[in-house]
């Protein structure tokens, strides 16, 4: 563990890095990460919470050889931890969902060694949420020590580069003015405008999408079987045993590897079963694919899609329509359905910024990536604009979001 102490008015505070989340106690960490849960029983994404992060690390997910080595960030005050983020050593850019992969490419095109370098960001997981986790009242001290140790360590490990992926939009705000560049990406989020049922969103769309989506909906109902949404104690161990084939049939299409292990699916139904929203479709008792949805108190995460038979349009089924049915009845405020994809579009998801922090050790090669983030940002604004406007919606509720 290495330490790194600054002195603040009265409180020595001591950045420390730690190789496992077994280093710091779970009430520590979730102090930080998720101090609403406390309250609310839920936290705002349960991508941050110890049981998550430590389910990724003790799954063998993470760890020696996968690419993704534990640094985690624990701020000490007065021997309180008070801050806390998940910083990860990468020897590859694979798994994050904001690619840097043509900065690596340039960078080692001009002689130089890219990996290994910093991510700050949940493993295999593009949804927006808190990454510098601070215990409620040591904001301002937490977030400057997180930034401050975390570019520290860097500059010490003469590593090219740390990035904070997915973060929030005031993180990235405070980021940029500690001298940190901010890249604006995408993403497509469905929102709940106070829709009673589903027919109340097909409502909001015009005729031609309503008549589509109704369309869908019917011919995926109609694969000869049942979809049944899991949560909690719902969730068998079998069940995990049939989506584990449908996340390698997808993973190996996708990735080459899946990225996470099937113990991980054994330790989420022991701790994170709660948590999850499982949409399975059976035929005659056999499920035959799948969906893999995490729950957070306003939002619903999609994160992993499967299956073992095709039938049409039961993707959109699973994914998109039972994720709205599923927020609507929960009073959530949005569905998160992963990243890229504008066949969301049609489906009543629309653009939404996404947001990220870069820092690069080497000067010029910053000057250029900051330039290149100035027209990338330039062009994903105009992309969302007109993306938005060729959306499903009705004029008049188009109109009412803007």
């Known amino acids: ?127 927006t949420g808190r990454r510098f986790l601070v215990r409620p009242g040591h904001e301002v001290t937490g977030i400057s020590a997180l930034l401050q140790g975390a570019v520290q360590f860097a500059s010490e490990n003469d590593v090219s580069s740390l990035h904070v992926t997915f973060c929030t939009e005031a993180e990235a705000i405070a980021g940029a003015e500690m001298g940190l560049m901010r890249r604006i990406t995408q993403q497509f989020h469905w929102e709940n405008n106070g829709y009673a049922d589903f027919d109340g969103f097909l409502d909001s769309l015009n005729a031609r999408k309503r008549k589509t989506i109704r369309k869908e909906r019917r011919t995926a109902q109609a694969f000869g079987g049942d979809i049944r949404v899991l949560t909690g104690d719902q969730i068998e161990p079998e069940h995990w045993d049939a989506f584990w084939r449908f996340y390698q049939d997808t993973g190996a299409r996708k990735w080459g590897t899946p990225y996470l292990t099937r113990a991980f699916f054994d330790i989420a139904h022991d701790t994170l079963r709660n948590d999850i929203a499982l949409v399975l479709a059976e035929r005659d008792g056999v499920p035959v694919a799948g969906a893999l949805n995490f729950i957070g108190r306003d939002a619903l995460y999609g994160r992993y899609w499967g299956c073992i038979e095709d039938h049409p349009c039961l993707h959109f089924e699973a994914c998109y329509y039972q994720a709205i049915d599923f927020a609507i009845a929960r009073g959530l405020s949005r569905v998160e359905a992963g990243a890229q994809g504008e066949h969301k579009l049609a489906r009543g998801y629309l653009p939404t910024q996404t947001h990220s922090l870069h820092w690069i050790a080497d000067q010029g090669f910053a000057r250029a990536v900051a330039r290149y983030l100035e027209e990338e940002r330039r062009a994903v604004d105009e992309d969302i604009e007109i993306l938005t406007a060729y959306g499903p919606f009705r004029k008049d509720r188009r109109e009412e979001q803007q």
């Open 1 to 127: 563990m290495t330490d790194h102490t600054t002195d603040q008015p009265g409180a020595a505070i001591a950045v420390n890095v730690l190789t496992s989340l077994d280093q710091i106690a779970e009430a520590d960490w979730d102090a930080c990460a998720c101090p609403e849960a406390f309250e609310t029983g839920r936290p705002n994404d349960p991508f941050t919470t110890w049981r998550f992060l430590h389910a990724l690390e003790s799954s063998g997910s993470v760890g020696r050889g996968t690419g993704w080595e534990p640094r985690y960030l624990a701020v000490e005050m007065d021997d309180v931890v008070i801050a806390v983020a998940p910083l990860y050593a990468k020897s590859h850019s694979q798994g994050e969902y904001i690619f840097d992969h043509s900065w690596a490419h340039a960078y080692e095109g001009a002689g130089g060694q890219y990996y290994p370098k910093l991510q700050i960001a949940v493993p295999f997981t593009p949804a």
